[in-house]
């Protein structure tokens, strides 16, 4: 755990954004930009996803990772795929060039399914998802998230075109036909997985790739820690009713770096506690393929990025964290 104080993230309630006047909404806007130009991060309430689906999510995945290896096996996928990711598959802190060993996680991975259309483009970003038989009623649960997850990440597009004072749908307008990942991630305790190697990390020190990031996630000692330039390292702070949100690096190109990427790392599992595990569920949100991303230009952006495809962007990252 760490000494230094909790970053300044606050909790918005969505609640009085959808039904507030005028005033109490340009203060939510406010707090969302000052917010996301230090730490690169939000909580949110008020969203209406049902605790109750969320635990019934993470007993059923549960199921499915403490099967035996050879049974998990049977859906082994890469990085960016569908199905298991096992011990060793990824090593986040590679993306931004931090060289540590492979993350100490395991993973289920969806992601999105219906066809776009364009061959090439339903071949990399479009696959059939992979649901394990032996938890049938995962797939239910998890389809009912996902629509959920799409709803709330168009909220809260909404709300930070808002808060950049630009149109409500300056970023929802590229959202027509959507990609996103969403991982299930297990941590287990070292009673599973022995001592950390030095350096090593349940998730190390990486920024996200895309948009947003709707992460729900539970508190442990090998939590979930932010950076922030004024106070280094510390433990993020939780609330069981919220979702943690974070800036991802393709949001933070286009604002022209005036919003932060979230960096962020996952702890190892303690020494103290050597049981403890966790699991986080995890959306990642981007955008239709082939969406030209160009940083707002001043005075609201701060860089001038030089114009990005979307999906090559993130085609380059997410072979930038995998463990061949």
Not at 29 to 45: H, I, P, S
Not at 231 to 258: E, K, Q, S, Y
Request: hydrophobic share 40%; net charge negative; with cysteine.
């Amino acid at each position: 755990m760490s000494d230094s104080p909790a970053p300044r993230i606050p909790t918005i309630d969505l609640r009085p954004w959808r039904s507030g006047d005028d005033a109490t909404r340009a203060g939510i806007a406010r707090t969302v930009d000052e917010a996301l130009q230090t730490a690169g991060f939000l909580m949110v309430t008020g969203h209406g996803v049902d605790p109750g689906l969320r635990a019934r999510i993470r007993a059923r995945a549960r199921a499915f990772f403490t099967l035996p290896a050879p049974v998990k096996q049977r859906y082994a996928a890469k990085v960016g795929g569908r199905g298991w990711l096992g011990p060793g598959a990824e090593a986040n802190g590679h993306a931004e060039g931090t060289e540590t060993p492979p993350d100490l996680k395991e993973s289920l991975t969806f992601a999105t399914h219906e066809p776009f259309g364009d061959p090439v483009v339903d071949a990399q970003w479009y696959a059939p998802n992979v649901f394990p038989a032996e938890v049938p009623e995962l797939r239910p649960l998890c389809e009912e998230y996902l629509a959920r997850m799409a709803v709330l990440e168009n909220k809260l597009l909404s709300l930070l075109g808002r808060a950049l004072g630009l149109e409500a749908d300056f970023f929802t307008r590229h959202m027509g036909r959507p990609t996103y990942g969403f991982n299930i991630n297990w941590y287990p305790g070292r009673d599973v997985l022995g001592a950390p190697e030095p350096g090593q990390f349940r998730i190390g020190p990486h920024t996200d790739f895309g948009t947003v990031t709707l992460l729900d996630r539970q508190a442990g000692k090998g939590g979930l820690q932010v950076y922030t330039d004024e106070g280094g390292w510390a433990d993020a702070p939780w609330d069981p009713a919220a979702f943690t949100v974070n800036i991802g690096d393709l949001m933070a190109r286009w604002t022209g770096d005036r919003w932060r990427s979230g960096r962020h790392r996952v702890l190892p599992p303690p020494a103290d506690a050597p049981a403890e595990e966790l699991m986080s569920l995890v959306y990642f949100g981007e955008c239709t393929p082939g969406t030209r991303v160009e940083s707002v230009p001043a005075p609201v952006g701060r860089v001038a990025y030089e114009p990005v495809d979307s999906h090559v962007y993130l085609r380059e990252k997410l072979d930038s964290i995998t463990v061949e």
